[in-house]
């Protein structure tokens, strides 16, 4: 069983409706990352949470340590949002980050 | 994106020929990353470096090897390349935020294809 499950793997939406992608991690984190992947290659990380909750833009990102989820929610889509939406943790020692399998975001006009 | 450049960024090159890619950072972190990303894994850690001449190994090092010889530079060779060595590798650097806890930034990736 892999650490860090994602789900769904692949969603497709329609230009402004409110996304949510999972990630569910079996470990102990001291940090979790939400990264943005665009076709062509290019890793941007959105989110760093510890705890709580962090909004930037159309993007909001939630935590439940004690439940061991994240979530990452676009309010509003748009095509550009179309990307590889990837979780990752920091557990153990923390000098590494576990990534999960990705989500593929597709958003239609 | 914390000054970090891959080289190169592509390669195509044959069985068994050593490979060495490059990432250097103009920032001075002190934690640099070596992955690999193929379909169906996600980002898998090669290697990984907490500061000149410190390395440690990741999930997938066999085949590979990694050097530090100054801050700026994490240098990640294929001994002898094969087919199953084919993908997209990406450096990363691990900063510090000024408020608290850190972040991480990605280099642009280099696609080697090892023919």
């Known amino acids: 069983k892999n650490e860090v499950e994602q789900s769904p793997q692949n969603l497709t939406a329609q230009e402004g409706e409110f996304i949510t992608i999972n990630c569910s991690y079996s470990?102990?984190?001291?940090?979790l990352h939400w990264l943005q992947q665009h076709p062509g290659g290019g890793i941007v990380s959105l989110f760093m949470?510890?705890?709580g909750k962090k909004k930037h833009g159309r993007l909001i990102a939630t935590i439940n340590i004690q439940e061991k989820h994240s979530s990452l929610h676009i309010t509003a889509s748009h095509p550009r949002d179309s990307a590889v939406y990837i979780c990752a943790v920091y557990s153990g020692s923390a000098r590494q980050l576990t990534f999960g399998s990705g989500t593929q975001l597709t958003v239609l006009p | 994106d914390a000054g970090i450049t891959q080289s190169p960024r592509h390669k195509v090159t044959e069985t068994g020929t050593p490979v060495t890619l490059r990432c250097h950072q103009t920032e001075n972190h002190r934690y640099m990353y070596w992955y690999r990303q193929d379909p169906g894994h996600g980002l898998r850690l090669i290697h990984y470096s907490y500061g000149v001449k410190d390395t440690d190994k990741g999930e997938v090092s066999d085949g590979y090897s990694v050097s530090r010889s100054k801050t700026e530079d994490f240098l990640l060779t294929l001994e002898s390349a094969t087919s199953s060595q084919t993908s997209v590798y990406f450096c990363?650097?691990?900063?510090?935020?000024?408020?608290?806890?850190?972040?991480?930034?990605f280099g642009e990736g280099s696609w080697l294809t090892v023919v």
């Open positions: 990363a650097i691990r900063a510090a935020l000024t408020d608290s806890g850190n972040t991480i930034y």
């Open positions: 470990v102990g984190i001291s940090a």
């Open positions: 949470l510890s705890s």
